[in-house]
C-alpha cells in the first residue's frame, strides 16, 4: 500500500494498492491490467490506421500485432536484465535463469522492447513482401498510447518518480509503514504528458506525410528529446558506468531521428523541385510545339494561294505562246 498526495495543487493524501486483485494464490496487479489496456489501444490505432492508409488486410495487422507485443516484451527484458544483471545473478545457472524468467516481478525497458518490435517488423514485413516503413508509421503512434497508459502503472506502484522537490504539483509519497511524506517530481506524468502531447500533433500531421518513415522519425525524435530530459530527474535510472544507459539512448534516438528527418526533408523537397521543372520544361515544349502547328496552319492557304497563281500564271504563258506560234503559222 501506497499512500499519494499532491497538496500544491489541492489534492490530499489517498491510499493505492497496486494489487487490483487475487485470483487464488495469484495476484492481478494494477501495472499489468494498466499495461494490458495500453497493448489493446494500440492495437486499434495500428488497426485504423494500417488499414485506412497503409494498405494493411486484417490479418496484416493481426501478425504485426501479436509478433509486436511477444517480442517486444521479450526485448524489455532483455534490455532490464543487461543493464541489472546483478540484480538476478544468483549461486547457480538456474536459479539465475529462474530469476530472469520472473518477469511478474518487475524489469522491464523500454528501448528494448522497442528494438525488437521494429526488428520484428522487419522480418514480418519480408515475408508478406510489404514495406516496413509504411507499418513503422502505422504502428509507432498506437506505440506512443501505450506508452501514455504505461506510465500511470508506474503511478499504481508508486514508482519512476523524480528526485525530491518543492515544486507546487509535487508528488508527496509514504509508505504504509512510515508516516513521513517525501516530495517528489512526478516524472511518470511528466513522461505520460509529453506522449500525448506528442501524440496529438504527430497524429494531427499523419494524412499529411511526404514518405513512408516520416511519422516513425517523428515519433522517435519527439519521445528521445523528453526521455532524454525528464530521465535526467528520476532516481531509478538504469546506469552503465557513470551514464544513465536510457537518457544516453533518448539523445541518439533524438540525434538520429532529427537528422534523419531534416535530410530525407531536403532530399523530398528538391526532388519535388526537379519534377516541377521537368513539369515546367515538358510544358514549355508542348506550348511551342502547338505554336509551330498553328502558324503552319495559318501560312498554308497562302501558300497554297501563291501556288496557284503560279500554276496559272504558268498555264497562261503557255497559251499565249500557243497563240503567237498559230499566228506565225498564219503568216506563213
Not at 223 to 237: A, K, Q, V
Not at 280 to 303: H, I, L, N
Amino acid at each position: 500500500m501506497t499512500y499519494i498526495s499532491f497538496p500544491g495543487i489541492g489534492i490530499n493524501e489517498f491510499s493505492v494498492n497496486s494489487v487490483a486483485f487475487e485470483i487464488g494464490p495469484f495476484s492481478v496487479r494494477w501495472y499489468g491490467i494498466i499495461i494490458t489496456v495500453g497493448i489493446i489501444l494500440a492495437f486499434l490505432y495500428l488497426n485504423y490506421r494500417g488499414k485506412k492508409f497503409e494498405g494493411l488486410t486484417d490479418d496484416d495487422v493481426f501478425d504485426y500485432a501479436i509478433a509486436g507485443v511477444v517480442f517486444g516484451i521479450i526485448g524489455a527484458r532483455i534490455y532490464y536484465v543487461a543493464t541489472e544483471f546483478g540484480r538476478f545473478k544468483a549461486d547457480s545457472f538456474w536459479k539465475t535463469l529462474k530469476n530472469i524468467e520472473a518477469i511478474w516481478n518487475g524489469g522491464l525497458g523500454f528501448y528494448g522492447g522497442l528494438i525488437l518490435g521494429l526488428l520484428s517488423v522487419v522480418v514480418i514485413s519480408l515475408f508478406k513482401k510489404k514495406n516496413p516503413f509504411k507499418v513503422f508509421d502505422a504502428c509507432s503512434l498506437g506505440v506512443m498510447i501505450a506508452q501514455v497508459c504505461g506510465r500511470w502503472g508506474n503511478f499504481m506502484n508508486g514508482e519512476a518518480h523524480g528526485g525530491e522537490t518543492s515544486l507546487p504539483w509535487a508528488m508527496g509519497l509514504r509508505s504504509s509503514l512510515d508516516e513521513t511524506v517525501t516530495y517528489y517530481h512526478p516524472t511518470f506524468f511528466y513522461e505520460s504528458l509529453w506522449n500525448l502531447v506528442g501524440f496529438l500533433i504527430i497524429n494531427a500531421t499523419y494524412k499529411h506525410k511526404k514518405y513512408d518513415g516520416q511519422i516513425v522519425l517523428r515519433y522517435i525524435s519527439w519521445y528521445g528529446f523528453g526521455r532524454m530530459l525528464i530521465e535526467g530527474l528520476r532516481t531509478d535510472s538504469l546506469y552503465v558506468g557513470q551514464f544513465r544507459i536510457s537518457q544516453v539512448v533518448g539523445f541518439l534516438c533524438f540525434f538520429f531521428g532529427s537528422a534523419t528527418l531534416i535530410a530525407l526533408d531536403i532530399v523530398h523537397a528538391n526532388r519535388r523541385k526537379a519534377a516541377l521543372l521537368r513539369e515546367a520544361v515538358s510544358d514549355e515544349k508542348t506550348a511551342e510545339t502547338a505554336e509551330k502547328s498553328d502558324v503552319s496552319a495559318e501560312t498554308a492557304p497562302e501558300t497554297a494561294e501563291k501556288g496557284e497563281e503560279t500554276e496559272n500564271a504558268e498555264e497562261g504563258f503557255d497559251i499565249r505562246q500557243l497563240h503567237a506560234e498559230d499566228g506565225k503559222d498564219e503568216d506563213n
